[in-house]
Structures are given as C-alpha cells and as structure tokens.
C-alpha cells in the first residue's frame, strides 16, 4: 500500500481562500476547500483523454463528487496514450509513474486506463461503478485515528499552507495536490475525435 495523504484535500486552480482565523471562504461560487475534520476516502483515477473507455470513468468521478462529500477524487492524466492520436492537455510522466508505483505496491496485473486506486489499497476498472462503490464503503468502514488540521492563504499567486499531522507514522508522505475542478476539452484526434470530454478535479501539479 502507498501511504499518502492529501492535506486538506484539494486546492483548486479558481483559488478558495482563508481568512487570518482558518475560516474558510470561497474566493468565488466555483470554489471550495475541503477541510480535513472529518474522515475523507481517497479516489485516485488513472485516465487519458485519448481512451475511448476513460469517458465514463470520467464522469464517474463526477457524478461522485457531487453526491458524496466523504470522498476525496482526483484525476491524474497519464501520458502513454499522447503518440496514439492525440496528446491529453492534462497529461504528464509524473502520473503514469505514479500509476506503476501502485501497480507495483498491489501486485496489480497490469497497468491500464481508466484504472482506480480507493485508499490507496483497492484497485478496479474506473468505470466499474459496483467495484468502485464496494471499495469506498469498505474504506469507509475502517476507522482512522490520523487527523490533519491545515490552514491555506492565497496572496496573489503565493500559496502558503501550513498543517499539522496528529500521529504521523513511519514512511508516511504528505502529498499536496494543485487541482482543476473541472474542465471541457475539445478533442481533435484519436479514439474520442469529434467529443467535448469534460474532467473533474483534474490533477495539475
């Protein structure tokens, strides 16, 4: 298993802001910060604006987002799909390396798109809606004793955050990821050619 954790989640790309006390306030109506006081699950999907399967993994993790504030789910774009037709606007190395350590971690059987990892122990098709819904709810069941308290401040374009990890554990990573709620891309080439692909809380940095 990887052990990450995401301070306070997600920072959006539309900036959510803090005021001096912690309190969070919205910079604008698309924006949120998450708080990390109650106990989140995380979803991480593998996909690929080129994948003609990834789509309805996509809006998957839409659909997720919407119903479900107890789960964190982000995007990461993978780029081993970019020379088949079309290059992913969101697409980096970094990602996919990120994939092959998961499928390395949990002895998966391959490394494909649209491919989920739940809390970092659970892996499945992304489009799997049973699977992926079984493993939340499993995640849900197992009881952390780990909490982050964390504050951000935006100036301009300077992100400050500060945090403090109650009960940290050995080898444990603090991972802070630059999220885009959503976007719509038109899509040129390749297996989605022709298709206006939309994408939620897309991993940017």
């Known amino acids: 298993m990887m052990r990450a954790l995401y301070i306070i989640a997600i920072l959006f790309t539309c900036w959510a802001c803090t005021n ?6 919205a910079a604008n109506n698309d924006t949120t910060l998450h708080s990390a006081a109650s106990s989140k699950v995380l979803i991480e999907l593998f996909t690929s604006q080129g994948c003609s399967s990834c789509p309805a993994a996509d ?3 839409g659909n997720i987002i919407n119903t479900d504030t107890n789960v964190i789910a982000l995007s ?7 020379r088949l037709g079309w290059k992913d606007v969101f697409s980096n190395h970094n990602y996919t390396l990120r994939q092959q350590q998961y499928v390395r971690a949990l002895h998966a059987t391959s490394l494909y ?10 892996e499945m098709v992304g489009s799997n809606h049973v699977r992926v819904s079984d493993a939340i709810n499993k995640a849900k069941a197992q009881a952390s004793n780990q909490t982050i308290t964390a504050v951000v401040v935006v100036n301009g374009n300077n992100v400050s955050l500060s945090y403090f990890l109650y009960q940290p554990l050995p080898k444990q990573q603090i991972v802070v990821a630059l999220v885009q ?3 719509t891309t038109p899509v040129a080439r390749g297996e989605n050619a022709g ?3 939309p994408d939620y809380n897309v991993v940017r940095n």
Do not use: C
């Not at 001096?20 to 306030?25: H, V």
């Not at 990461?76 to 970019?82: A, C, L, M, N, R």
């Not at 798109?113 to 659970?122: E, H, I, K, L, S």
């Open 76 to 82: 990461f774009h993978v780029d081993y799909w970019d």
């Open 20 to 25: 001096s006390s912690g309190k969070s306030t």
């Open 181 to 183: 709620r959503k976007a």
């Open 113 to 122: 798109t649209p491919q989920a990892f739940v809390q970092g122990r659970y």
């Open 195 to 197: 298709a206006q692909l």
């Open 59 to 61: 809006k998957l993790i």
